[in-house]
Nanobody, 125 residues
Framework: QVQLVESGGGLVQAGGSLRLSCAAS?????????MGWFRQAPGKEREFVAA????????AYADSVKGRFTISRDNAKNTVYMQMNSLKPEDTAVYYC?????????????????WGQGTQVTVSS
């Protein structure tokens, strides 16, 4: 089993920053898993945001967040982070951490095997 626990969400004004964290644990978790972030706004489907391989050699971002969000990970702590800068109201969503047994940073939900419970990010205008 793999457990993913997100933290760091909250309310921020447009133009502000937040850093999300996701702590992974569980008997079957591997540092070699791809780690990703997805988000889901009210009334919309869950969408890909960013993902990274264990070494950082394979990283992907959604076009909507490129240049504003940065994904990183600390394998010693089994934790993945997402630094979110220049936040916009359209970034408001529940953000989910995910883990994949794949070998490259996938961008579709079906590529991910484990999910956290999510953390709310609200950006006010």
């Amino acid at each position: 089993q793999v457990q993913l626990v997100e933290s760091g969400g909250g309310l921020v004004q447009a133009g502000g920053s937040l850093r999300l964290s996701c702590a992974a644990s569980g008997r079957t978790f591997s540092i070699y898993y791809i780690m990703g972030w997805f988000r889901q706004a009210p009334g919309k489907e869950r969408e890909f945001v960013a993902a990274t391989s264990w070494s950082g050699g394979s990283i992907a971002y959604a076009d909507s967040v490129k240049g504003r969000f940065t994904i990183s990970r600390d394998n010693a702590k089994n934790t993945v982070y997402m630094q979110m800068n220049s936040l916009k109201p359209e970034d408001t969503a529940v953000y989910y951490c995910s883990a994949s047994r794949g070998v490259v940073a996938g961008i579709t939900r079906s590529e991910y095997d484990y999910w956290g419970q999510g953390t709310q990010v609200t950006v006010s205008s």
